[in-house]
Nanobody, 119 residues
Framework: QVQLVESGGGSVQAGDSLRLSCVAS????????MGWFRQAPGKERELVAS????????YYAVSVKGRFTISRDNVKNTVYLQMNSLKPEDTAVYYC????????????WGQGTQVTVSS
């Protein structure tokens, strides 16, 4: 089994920054991608950013490109999401995921961490 534990969410003002962390444990050796999804009230869950654990290549949703940065520490089995210039529309529950590159949504998920951005 695989377990994911997220941390770093909170309530901030627009323009502030937050850093989310996610530690993976268990049988992760065959899982080559990690990423962050988010779901806002009344909206579908969307992929925010992902990173390939092998070469560090990344993907970002258009809405966060230039503001968010995803990074990983393979030794610590940890993925980070640095969120800068936060906007009220970034308010959502953020979920960490680990899985197969290109099919992350069908991998393992964390419990989610709330990010609230007020104007």
């Amino acid at each position: 089994q695989v377990q994911l534990v997220e941390s770093g969410g909170g309530s901030v003002q627009a323009g502030d920054s937050l850093r989310l962390s996610c530690v993976a444990s268990g049988r992760t050796f065959s899982l080559n991608a990690m990423g962050w999804f988010r779901q806002a009230p009344g909206k579908e869950r969307e992929l925010v950013a992902s990173i390939w654990r092998i070469d560090g290549s990344t993907y970002y949703a258009v809405s966060v490109k230039g503001r968010f940065t995803i990074s990983r520490d393979n030794v610590k089995n940890t993925v980070y999401l640095q969120m800068n210039s936060l906007k009220p529309e970034d308010t959502a529950v953020y979920y960490c995921a680990i899985g197969i590159h290109g099919n992350l949504q069908n991998g393992y998920w964390g419990q989610g961490t709330q990010v609230t951005v007020s104007s």
